[in-house]
Every structure is written in structure tokens, then in C-alpha cells.
């Protein structure tokens, strides 16, 4: 990873940054990811339950759409480049991009994985940036958090 910024900028410790900047880019290449299974989704639902996940599915790829830019910027400010070569991105990513076209059921159950891939990488994140004193950082993973714990919770239901 290459250093863009003198991380004294922001008065955070160099290895800690790197720490963090390294987590930060794999949560960018997950929701890379996670973002364009969502547009998959919302393109190729189908059914019953169309006109509903359709608008779910595009209200979810644009909020994950600016988690994107969040998390890159997040890095940017650490002093490193963000994950942004699709090669790269599909390599260090930890969701899988999305081979099921049309079944609500399955694209629900698959984007709900595809949430709690996000979760996990942002609650390492979040006891990373709090050990470090990153205050920006653990308050950007607790929105994050609290707000895909609700989605989780609600995509769930629908599968019920």
C-alpha cells in the first residue's frame, strides 16, 4: 500500500494507521463487491415480491454506494491509497459476487450473508480504530453497524 498524506496529519500512530487502513481496504473491496451484487439484485429480481425488493434492492445499493466513498475517503485520510482496481478488488474481497438472477428468497438469503461478511469486517475495524483513538473511524463503523443490524433484521423477516 502506497502512503499518499503525512499520517502525522491527523496525530494517530504510523503502525496503527497501517493497521487500520489495511482493514479499512478490505471492507472497501467487500462492499465493492457487496454493492454490485445489490445492483445484480435489483436488476434481476422477479415474482411476486418484485415491485417490493426492487425498490429495496436500489434504496441498498445506494446507501452502499456511499459507504463506498466513505471508507475509500476514511483511507484516504489515514494517509493510504483505497482498493480500487476491480482485479484487486475481486481478489481481496471476502463476498463473492452474486451468481443467482430472479429468486427473492435466494437473493435475500445471499445478500443477508453478504451483510454479516460487512458486520464482521466492520467490528474488527471498529476494535482497531478504538485501540488506536480513532474516533472518526469508530463513530463511521458504528453507523455502519446499527444500521445493517436493522436491515439484517428486517431482511430476515421477509425470509420468515
Keep these: ?13 504510523e503502525k ?3 493497521n487500520l487502513a489495511t482493514e479499512l481496504n478490505q471492507l472497501l473491496a467487500d462492499y465493492h463487491v457487496f454493492y454490485q451484487n445489490l445492483r445484480a439484485a435489483h436488476w434481476n429480481i422477479k415474482g411476486e415480491n418484485f415491485f417490493t425488493l426492487h425498490e429495496k434492492f436500489e434504496e ?3 446507501n452502499a454506494k456511499e459507504n463506498v466513498d466513505e471508507v475509500a ?6 494517509g493510504y491509497v483505497p482498493i480500487h482496481k476491480l482485479k484487486d478488488i475481486l481478489a481481496e474481497s471476502n463476498i463473492v459476487e452474486v451468481d443467482t438472477t430472479g429468486n427473492d428468497k435466494e437473493l435475500v438469503s445471499t445478500l443477508l450473508d453478504n451483510f454479516k461478511t460487512l ?3 466492520e467490528r474488527k475495524v471498529l476494535e482497531l480504530a478504538s485501540g488506536a483513538g480513532d474516533e472518526a473511524t ?3 463503523m458504528t453507523g455502519y453497524i446499527s444500521a ?6 428486517m431482511l430476515a423477516a421477509f425470509l420468515k
Design 1 to 13: 500500500m502506497e502512503t499518499t498524506l503525512n499520517k502525522n496529519y491527523i496525530g494517530l500512530g
Design 16 to 18: 496503527e494507521t497501517k
Design 60 to 62: 441498498l445499493y445506494n
Design 73 to 78: 475517503e476514511r483511507v484516504l485520510t489515514l
Design 119 to 121: 458486520l464482521t469486517q
Design 138 to 140: 469508530v463513530d463511521l
Design 148 to 153: 445493517q443490524e436493522k436491515i439484517c433484521w
